[in-house]
T-cell receptor
């Protein structure tokens, strides 16, 4: 079945370091892809998304490109801040015409950014 | 942005008791709500999907008689873990999608359940 695999954490970086969190998916076809972020004590929030191949989602300095050749959607940020410390979830979802399938999540990657 | 709240945020109960978790959409009407369960270092697993006024649709392997879901209004869904056992200890997260059916789901902060 469909699945999402993301790199295990925790990832610890110094402020202003470059961030990459790898995410690959297994699916027959081209689902929509998402990155969600969960800050301590809060619910998951949509960070960015891409709905078709070669789309780039971006938000708050984070970027991810939908790569169908490698079935990947890696999350990147050029210079992380302490406030980026959170758990990041990669997810996929199918769209069926006018209706939506369910989100399928990866296990999450905890990021800690040190000052 | 839209906010989803959960109550309680943390609950400890004795084995055999029932626990109710509330999920509310605070500034929008949620036609569809989802309940997830998350084990440590695991992904969120969808337990069930509920639409306001109708019975919930449970995922394979989820006992509907153990995890009772009520979506009585457009802003409230409840999950009741009946006759809880230690293996039910987990992190339960609800999510809501608004009336317009836009792509974004809004998530609650989760409820930590510990069954002794």
């Amino acid at each position: 079945g469909d699945s999402v695999t993301q790199m295990e954490g925790p990832v610890t970086l110094s402020e202003e370091a470059f961030l990459t969190i790898n995410c690959t998916y297994t699916a027959t076809g081209y689902p929509s892809l998402f990155w969600y972020v969960q800050y301590p004590g809060e619910g998951l929030q949509l960070l960015l998304k891409a709905t078709k191949a070669d789309d780039k989602g971006s938000n708050k300095g984070f970027e991810a490109t939908y790569r169908k050749e490698t079935t990947s959607f890696h999350l990147e940020k050029g210079s992380v801040q302490v406030s980026d410390s959170a758990v990041y979830f990669c997810a996929l979802r199918w769209n069926y015409g006018g209706s939506q399938g369910n989100l399928i999540f990866g296990k999450g990657t905890k990021l800690s950014v040190k000052p | 942005g839209a906010v989803v709240s959960q109550h309680p945020s943390r609950v400890i109960c004795k084995s055999g008791t029932s626990v109710k978790i509330e999920c509310r959409s605070l500034d929008f009407q949620a036609t569809t709500m989802f309940w997830y369960r998350q084990f440590p270092k695991q992904s969120l697993m969808l337990m069930a999907t509920s639409n306001e006024g109708s019975k919930a649709t449970y995922e394979q392997g989820v006992e509907k008689d153990k995890f009772l879901i009520n979506h009585a209004s457009l802003t409230l869904s409840t999950l009741t873990v009946t006759s809880a056992h230690p293996e039910d200890s987990s992190f339960y997260i609800c999510s809501a999608r608004d009336w317009g059916g836009r792509e974004t789901q809004y998530f609650g902060p989760g409820t930590r359940l510990l069954v002794l």
